[in-house]
Structures are given as structure tokens and as C-alpha cells.
């Protein structure tokens, strides 16, 4: 079956401007997460989504970064006015149902760069 | 907060060699705890997880073992292959459903 999936693969742009990164999950899988993971380093939480709704917003470094979920299913994270520092692979993972021992499922990522 | 911490590599092994990676994680409530990989070139997938202390969790060969007296949670595996070779990260999650990851440990097996 699909797995999850993450366009685009890459995006380049300028410091400054905006940016949308598309996270299709695993069909009927309610959670959902953000990660950014930089060079050398593990995923770094973002955010968590449970159906519409974000769970856990704590991750998100500012106000720049803002992720949506409106109808459960494909959720997009918005970076406004990037920065350098926001280069890093954007992760996502979708899990079928809350709880903690339950796997999640990574797509591919979009490498991000901000020139 | 919640941490894990992981053996820093590169890790160079030939083949057949016992594969250590140390994992340790730091958690205020009970943890899972999980193991993944991530191969050259594909995305991070699940290798093994424990739900609870004295847990083992087992796949393709590698093992962990949940220890709550002493936080850990370390990949072992008796026998590394070439095809091995890969990223693996060591990972919590906490009731809150956040996941902790650690920074990863690099391992390449040679021929």
C-alpha cells in the first residue's frame, strides 16, 4: 500500500520568502507528526496533529512555522520569512491511533535550503 | 524535559562482527522505547520497540532490552551483514505522544 509522502522532494528559496511543505499520510492514520532533522542530528519534534486538531504545538521554534490539518487527512507546514537556519530535512510520520507504543511511519522528507 | 541519548559514531565494523550501539534515555513518566533505521537513500522506518521495562524488542536479528535501573536501552546484534549499514536512531516516547530522537549512530559494515 502507499506509504506516506512529501512534496516537494526538495525546495530551494530565498531568505525571506514563503514556503508550504505538503505532508500526505498513511489513509485512516489519525496521527500525525512534524519533524526537522539537520545535518548529524535525530528528527526534532515540531508538532503533532490527532485528527484536526494540533495535540502538541510545542515544538515549533516561532511564530514563523504554522501547520494545518483541516480535514484530518493532508497537512501542511508554513514557514514565513525563512531564514538560513531554517535549512534542515522537514520529516513527516503518520501513526494509525494515539498511544505511545504505536510505530510511525516516515515519509521521505523535503529538504529545504534557504539561500 | 524528556531526552535520549546515543552512542556517537562513525561505527566501522567488518562482517560478522558483534554490533553494540549504546542508548540511554532520560523520562519523568514510562517511556516506549524504540529503535530505527535509516538505510542510504530511504526514509527512517521502525527496526524494533519496548513497551515497558524487561521488554525485548527483536527484529532482523537485532535486540534491546527496556532496562529501567539503568535507563538504557542499547542495539546489539551478533552478527553484523554489509547490508547493515545504515543510520540508527535510538527513540522515546513519552504519554504525551511526543517522540524523542536521539542524534544517530552511523554504521558501516565492510566486507
Known amino acids: 500500500g502507499a506509504g506516506v509522502s512529501q512534496t516537494p522532494s526538495n525546495k530551494v528559496t530565498e531568505k525571506g520568502k514563503y514556503v508550504e511543505l505538503r505532508c500526505d499520510p498513511i489513509?485512516?492514520?489519525?496521527?500525525l507528526y512534524w519533524y526537522r532533522q539537520s545535518l548529524g542530528q535525530g528528527p526534532e519534534f515540531l508538532i503533532y496533529?490527532?485528527?484536526?486538531?494540533?495535540?502538541?504545538d510545542s515544538g515549533l521554534p516561532n511564530d514563523r512555522f504554522f501547520a494545518v490539518r483541516p480535514e484530518g487527512s493532508v497537512s501542511t507546514l508554513k514557514i514565513q520569512r525563512t531564514e538560513r537556519g531554517d535549512s534542515a530535512v522537514y520529516l513527516c510520520?503518520?501513526?494509525?491511533?494515539?498511544?505511545?507504543?504505536?510505530?510511525?511511519?516516515f515519509g521521505p522528507g523535503t529538504r529545504l535550503t534557504v539561500l | 524535559g524528556d531526552s535520549v541519548t546515543q552512542m556517537e559514531g562513525p561505527v566501522t565494523l567488518s562482517e560478522e562482527a558483534f554490533l553494540t550501539i549504546n542508548c540511554t534515555y532520560t523520562?519523568?513518566?514510562?517511556?516506549?522505547l524504540f529503535w530505527y533505521v535509516q538505510y542510504p537513500g530511504e526514509g527512517l522506518q521502525l527496526l524494533l520497540k519496548?513497551?515497558?521495562?524487561?521488554d525485548k524488542g527483536s527484529n532482523k536479528g537485532f535486540e534491546a532490552t527496556y532496562r529501567k535501573e539503568t535507563t538504557s536501552f542499547h542495539l546489539e546484534k551478533g552478527s553484523v551483514q554489509v547490508s547493515d549499514s545504515a543510520v540508527y536512531f535510538c527513540a522515546l516516547s513519552d504519554p504525551g505522544n511526543q517522540f524523542y530522537f536521539g542524534t544517530g549512530t552511523s554504521l558501516t559494515v565492510i566486507p
Open positions: 523520562a519523568t513518566g514510562y517511556p516506549s
Open positions: 489513509s485512516g492514520h489519525t496521527a
Open positions: 496533529f490527532q485528527g484536526t486538531g494540533a495535540a502538541d
Open positions: 510520520a503518520s501513526s494509525p491511533f494515539s498511544g505511545n507504543y504505536n510505530e510511525q511511519f
Open positions: 519496548a513497551t515497558k521495562a524487561d
